[in-house]
Every structure is written in C-alpha cells, then in structure tokens.
C-alpha cells in the first residue's frame, strides 16, 4: 500500500491523482496497491492504513506468496553472507599471496585486463575454472 501523509497539504489530493495514475499502469498485477491519505501526527486515517496493511498481508498468505517471499529473503540472507566472506578471503588471500598482488598490480597499471585477472585469481584461491567454457585447459 501506498501512504501519502500530510493530507492536510494543498499537494495532497495532487500526488493521490498521481500516484493512482501511476499504478494505473501495471495492469498485470494481482493486488493493487491501495493509497490512504493520512495525517500521522494527529492520527487521522492512521486506522484505515493499518487496515489496509492487514489486507496485504492476508492476500500475501491466501497466494502462498508470504512464504514464498520469506524463502527468498532468507536465500538472500545466506548468499548474502557467503558473499561477504568469500570476498574477505579473496581479499585477504590476495594481501598474503605475492603472485596474486602482481596480478591485481597489472591491473591497477593497466597491463592486464581484469577478467583475466579474475579468472586467476578464482582458480588459484578458490580452485575454480572458467565457468562460461572458454577455459582453454
């Protein structure tokens, strides 16, 4: 769902009209957002957003796509996580390894390009080929 705060402003109804036209668009979708004017501060149409926001969520249930979303967050947390430790170690096996800081110096000086580089570096830290087939060995 969509708030627009501050509904007491002149541009209010504007953005509504806006926004509205917007999602007009996306005529695929099977939930269409709803859009609550609101004015937080004095609680006005507080309720009604709160509602709506109840709604999502009963429809992201009754299409199994709650679960479903969570599954993905949590397979992103995991790569996530892999991602950053592969690239300390990568980081670190490059600070330790001479031959692998002149690759990354070629680089940096232009006399190697990075995909090689890269390729190196994968195969000698992490033992992995080339995975597009263009390995020559």
Do not use: C, Y
């Not at 969509?2 to 209010?12: E, F, L, R, T």
């Not at 996306?26 to 609550?36: K, L, M």
């Not at 509602?51 to 599954?71: D, P, W, Y």
């Amino acid at each position: 769902m969509i708030a627009i705060n501050k509904m007491d402003h002149p541009a209010a109804k504007t953005m509504l009209n806006e926004v509205r036209s917007i999602l007009s668009l996306d005529r695929e979708r099977a939930w269409r957002p709803p859009i609550v004017l609101t004015e937080a501060m004095r609680g006005e149409n507080v309720e009604e957003l709160w509602s709506k926001v109840e709604a999502h969520r009963a429809f992201l249930e009754s299409e199994g796509e709650l679960e479903e979303r969570r599954r993905r967050n949590l397979a992103g947390e995991v790569f996530a996580v892999a991602s950053t430790r592969a690239k300390a170690h990568l980081e670190g096996a490059v600070a330790d390894d001479p031959e692998l800081r002149r690759l990354l110096d070629e680089v940096q000086r232009r006399e190697l390009d990075p995909l090689t580089a890269v390729r190196e570096i994968l195969d000698k830290v992490f033992h992995i080929g080339d995975q597009n087939g263009t390995d020559p060995r």
